[in-house]
């Protein structure tokens, strides 16, 4: 059985940074696309990165150029840098292995907030 759990979420002023990763077990996703999602109060899940694994990325244009993603290669999991935080950004973050489909997992979430 497949589980994620995602970390690194917490309290930031508008400016700063903080780095999320996603520890798995249960599977090691040697060739699956990792990304990150977000959901804030009263909106839908929306994509924020996502990397292949061939380490092709792709942002939302609303964090272009503030966050990374990256895969750590000893965990075969998911990393999201996020830089220059907005109030905005304000979130419970996902961590995604494996797409949107029946094969792919989802964690718990981490909550963002960034105080203005």
């Known amino acids: 059985q497949v589980h994620l759990v995602e970390s690194g979420g917490g309290l930031v002023q508008a400016g700063g940074s903080l780095r999320l990763s996603c520890a798995a077990s249960?599977?090691?996703?040697?060739?699956?696309?990792m990304a990150w999602y977000r959901q804030a109060p009263g909106k839908q899940r929306e994509l924020v990165a996502e990397i292949t694994s061939r380490l092709s990325t792709n942002y939302a244009d609303f964090v272009r150029g503030r966050f990374t993603i990256s895969r750590d290669a000893t965990k075969n999991t998911p990393v999201l840098q996020m830089n220059s935080l907005k109030p905005e950004d304000t979130a419970v973050y996902y961590c995604?292995?494996?797409?949107?489909?029946?094969?792919?997992?989802w964690g718990q979430g981490t909550q963002v907030t960034v105080s203005s």
């Open positions: 995604n292995i494996g797409g949107l489909g029946p094969n792919g997992y």
């Open positions: 249960g599977i090691i996703f040697n060739f699956a696309p």
